[in-house]
């Protein structure tokens, strides 16, 4: 926490200690908005240190013990947080819950992810030198994906994708995002044997310690509800797990979110923070529409599992140029916010970054 002087900003309570909430408090203390950080698990664990980041955000939800003091609360975007259901509680009661929010969810994935202890280089070249290589692994004939990285230390960081269809994901024991340690081990048997460039995978499970394996729900859907009085959601929720969209999309999130309580960071009324809110959700939504749409098309081509889907991933993966694939990737890395609140960092890319929408604020604060 830190101290400001008059006039008064809010005090910002945020839910959960992942990508998102860390990189808001960073945010927040440049702004010199008060806040304090909530989080579940007492101790930092090296679950998956490569691109399993992206799930950090959605595994990590408060204690519904907790009582917060502040003004505005911010809390994890994923389909089961905590946060989102007490919006989901208030909405439901007052009638007010969009059709969409209240429905189950189609499309889930379980995704299960660990990183060994260091093994011998010998055995596994990839990891003499300071590269990562990695492999991801489509199933043929199953929805699953998996994958290694070589990662410093000496350590491989692994993981299996399940997609799951209504008929299964719509089970409550999949919506609980921690499961005892039984759950894990119905699914350790499952991806087992999957082969990976090294052999089998398992031979990487049995180098994780069972307690550093972690299996976290992803839901594939585009959630209507945002934010509710004093309440807003930031995160990773609702990117394919394999995409790799989930981290990026959290600290985009975070960034914009920031942007918005700096421009009402005095003496806000209830209006001001929902006036923020919405602003957010203005600037959000159209970029994480598009991203949720070029993930779910993606889902399709990894995991489709009839006849023409199958076809269409040997021709995305077998002949499509790679400057078609690379198209989309470009398109997305032209969205690239910035704090608007402080000095702008030049554009070191080759492509132009997309205009953001100036801080009126901090506009009026320079033009003094
Ligand atoms: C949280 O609340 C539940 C139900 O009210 C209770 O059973 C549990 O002991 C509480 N946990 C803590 C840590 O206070
Ligand atoms: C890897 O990086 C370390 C630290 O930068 C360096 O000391 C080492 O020589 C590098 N190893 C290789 C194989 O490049
Ligand atoms: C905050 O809301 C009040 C009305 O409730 C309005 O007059 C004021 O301009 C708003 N401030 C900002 C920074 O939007």
Known sequence: MNNTTSPKPPHVIIVGAGVAGLLLAILLKRANITFDIYERARTVKPLASVKHLAEGG?????????????DILVGADGAYSSVRQSIYKDLSEQDKLPFSD????????INMVGTTDPLDEETYPALKDNFTHFNFIIGNGKPYTWSTFTVPGK????????????TTSEDRTFKNAEWGPEGNEAMIKDIYNF??????????????????????????????????GRVVLIGDGNMLPSAGQGAVNA??????????????????????????????????????KHQFD?????????????????????????????????KDTIKAAAYRPQCVFLPLTPNYGTHQPLPQKPSKRYTEEQAI
């Open 102 to 109: 209240s429905q189950g969810l189609k499309i889930g994935y």
């Open 195 to 228: 082969a990976t460039p090294y052999g089998p995978l398992g031979q990487f499970i049995d180098k994780t310690p069972r307690e550093r394996i972690s299996k976290v729900f992803l839901e594939e859907k585009m959630f209507e509800t945002w934010h509710n």
């Open 251 to 288: 600290m985009q999130d975070a960034v914009i979110l920031a942007n918005c309580l700096y421009d009402i960071a005095n003496n806000p009324t209830s209006d001001n923070i929902t006036a923020a809110f919405q602003d957010f959700k203005d600037q959000r939504y159209p970029h994480v």
């Open 58 to 70: 959605v595994q990590i939800q408060c204690d519904d013990n907790t009582s917060y003091t502040g």
């Open 155 to 166: 350590k491989i960081c692994w993981g299996a994708q399940i997609q799951l269809k209504a």
């Open 294 to 326: 070029l993930s779910k098309t993606m889902a399709k081509v990894i995991y489709g599992q009839t006849w023409s889907e199958r076809l269409l991933r040997r021709i995305v993966f077998g002949y499509l140029p790679k400057s078609v694939l690379h």
